[in-house]
Every structure is written in C-alpha cells, then in structure tokens.
C-alpha cells in the first residue's frame, strides 16, 4: 500500500520499524498485538514478534540463574523497595512478595504482566512511570522476577480456620475495629486481603506487638508518603475530649476517627491539646489473653479470606 510519495512512505516505514524494535525490549508481545490493531502496525510487529519467538510474557529466561537473581536484586532495591521493601518482605504500601501465593497471579507470567502494565486502581504502577526507580526493559523484569522466586518462602498456615474465623467474629473482639468483606469496624486497618499482602510472622507481630510497625492509615495508601495509624487525643477549648486515630492532618486542621468510630474535623488554633503518638489503638494480646494456637488458628482464617 502507497501513502504519499515513495520517499515519504519509506520515511514513515523506517519510524515505525524503530518504533516496534524500541518498544519490543519493554513491552511484551499482546501489548505491542494491542496497540497494532489501534494504530495499523500489525503485519510490521508481527514480522517481529513471530509465533514461536521468545516473547517478554510467556517464560523466564533467567528461571534457576543465581546471577540473574543478584542482579535483580539491584533492580528491586532501585525500583521496587519504596514500597515492597528491602528483601521483598512488605513495605507497608506494597505487599509481601517472598510468599508463594501472589494477589494477582502467581505465575512468572503473571508477575510480568503486574511489574510492567501495574495494577489500575492500586498504588502499583506500571513499570517507568514514577518518580522512583528507573524504567526497566523486558530482561531485567525477568531479573527482578528471578529475584523474588529466589526469596519466596513456602510457609503456610498451620491453624484452623474455622477456629479462627469464630475467634476473630467473637471472643477475640477482632471486628470491633477491624473489617472484613465489607464487615467490621474502622479504627484499624481493613483486613480481607491483609495476608496476601504481609508474611504469617508479620500478622503475629502485629498481634503480640502492634507498637512495633504501624499500619498506613484509612485513606492514604495510595499516596506517595502514606500517613500511619497514629493515635490521637484531643481536648477543645470548652473542654470536651476525644482519643482515636488521625485521618487527616496539616498545618491548620485535624480529621480524626473517634473510638466510638464518629469522625470529627477540628481547626488546630480552637484547640486547647492536641497530643498525636505513634503508639497503637491496637491492644497487646499477650499469650494470657490470645494462645499461640488461638493465634494460629486467626492467622489461618486471614489467609483462607485473603486467598478467595
């Protein structure tokens, strides 16, 4: 098919050629198939995505490499760190990635298409396009996805979920603050995908020693510093009093959640105390108050939900 003159039909060949050999390093093969259909490039990126080529989405060519997996921890720590942490065991905003159950596909494939295209919705990004870290091509994905297989632990949780679940709705008093599908209280974190996201010990830490980290508060896990669960007690000028957790705060004005889980906005200058700590609304449950087995038998149902 002619477009224009010979000279200009070969000048917009050639870029679109340049184009499909850049993008092919980043991007895998049903992307590049995608936008073809939208911009006309198809039977050009075919010539160079070929049934039977080694394509970015379908297999690991590092699977098994040790050195491989050093280099993808470099480009972990560069890019994926901020959120996921050092070592891949959670970051707070980004789940733990040493477990073997992923939230949105397990797969090597899976994980490529989630480092590379990001989740819509969430605060995962699609590959290069944030202030952290670098853009990275198709090869050294699959580093990183070396990486991560060669940190994944295959813990699972020993408890009785049933128990668990009965604990968690009752005796333990778990639904006071915490929710679960759509059910429960709001002065802690929500909790249906929480194992997915942080290892069993992290779960029992957060039990036994809540002070220790505290959870990214209600409404702020998608952005770039989220705010924490911080504790707050508050006293207005007339006297009244009111202890919860910070939703929301800047120089001038405080958003909080009570404790009977009403939400109040105060101006800072009206105030006669406002004391905010990073110490926890979350109870200690030592092992006089929860067992270990108790203890195992909640973190077993967590992962029952969070794995529906």
């Not at 991007?27 to 590049?32: C, D």
């Not at 990486?147 to 020993?158: F, G, N, P, Q």
């Not at 207005?236 to 404790?259: C, H, I, P, R, Y």
């Not at 609304?281 to 794995?307: F, N």
Request: charged share 25%; glycine share 10%.
């Amino acid at each position: 098919m002619m477009r224009g003159t010979d000279e200009g039909f070969w000048e917009e060949w050639m870029v679109e050629l340049a184009v499909a050999l850049a993008v092919r390093e980043v991007f895998p093969a049903s992307r590049l198939l995608r936008w073809a259909r939208v911009f006309g490039l198809a039977a050009l990126i075919c010539m160079f995505v070929a049934p039977g080529a080694n394509l970015a989405e379908e297999k690991n060519p590092f699977a098994g490499d040790a050195k491989a997996a050093k280099l993808g921890e470099s480009q972990f720590r560069i890019n994926c760190a901020f959120c996921h942490g050092l070592g891949a065991r959670g970051g707070g905003r980004g789940p733990d990635l040493t477990r073997a159950q992923k939230k949105h596909g397990s797969a090597d494939e899976d994980l490529y298409r989630t480092i590379n295209e990001g989740v819509p919705g969430t605060a995962m990004p699609a590959n290069g396009t944030t202030s952290q870290g670098v853009g990275m091509t198709a090869e050294e994905i699959w580093e990183v996805i070396t990486y991560i297989r060669s940190v994944e632990k295959k813990t699972t949780a020993t408890g009785d979920r049933a128990k668990g679940d009965a604990l968690f709705h009752g005796a333990a008093g778990c639904t006071t603050c915490h929710i679960i599908s759509g059910k429960g209280g709001r002065l802690g974190p929500e909790l249906t995908s929480i194992a997915a996201a942080r290892s069993l010990d992290s779960l029992i830490e957060s039990v036994r020693n809540p002070n220790r980290r505290l959870a990214w508060g209600l409404i702020e896990s998608t952005k770039e510093f989220p705010q924490e669960y911080l504790s707050v007690d508050v006293e207005t000028a007339d006297g009244q009093k009111f202890s919860g957790v910070v939703l929301n705060e800047d120089n001038f004005s405080l958003q909080m959640l009570d404790m009977g889980q009403r939400i109040h906005l105060f101006e800072k200058s009206k105030l006669k105390s406002c004391v905010i700590s990073r110490e926890s609304r979350m109870p200690e449950y030592d092992k006089s108050t929860l067992s270990d087995k108790e203890l195992e038998d909640i973190v077993a149902y967590l992962v029952s939900v969070s794995a529906k």
